[in-house]
């Protein structure tokens, strides 16, 4: 298993959305779905803004 999809797992076990996540980044599902699914990219400051949100999220 690759770093992608753990960071995609994770995500989906703390019930993110990949929209939510879009939005905070400012992107597209598409773009955050390529990237996950390893079939784009995205810059480095970008990934750790991806990697932070999902680090720091909690259900309100």
Same mark, same amino acid.
């Given at each position: 298993? %690759?770093?992608?999809?753990?960071w *995609?797992i *994770?995500r &989906?076990q703390?019930g993110i *959305? $990949?929209?939510d996540?879009?939005k905070?980044?400012?992107?597209?599902?598409?773009?955050?779905s390529?990237?996950?699914n390893?079939?784009g990219?995205?810059?480095n400051e970008r &990934?750790?803004?991806?990697?932070q949100?999902? %680090?720091d999220?909690? *259900? $309100?």
């Amino acid at each position: 298993m %690759n770093e992608r999809m753990e960071w *995609k797992i *994770k995500r &989906i076990q703390k019930g993110i *959305k $990949q929209n939510d996540v879009a939005k905070h980044l400012n992107c597209s599902c598409t773009l955050l779905s390529l990237f996950e699914n390893n079939k784009g990219e995205m810059s480095n400051e970008r &990934i750790k803004h991806y990697k932070q949100f999902i %680090n720091d999220y909690s *259900k $309100q």
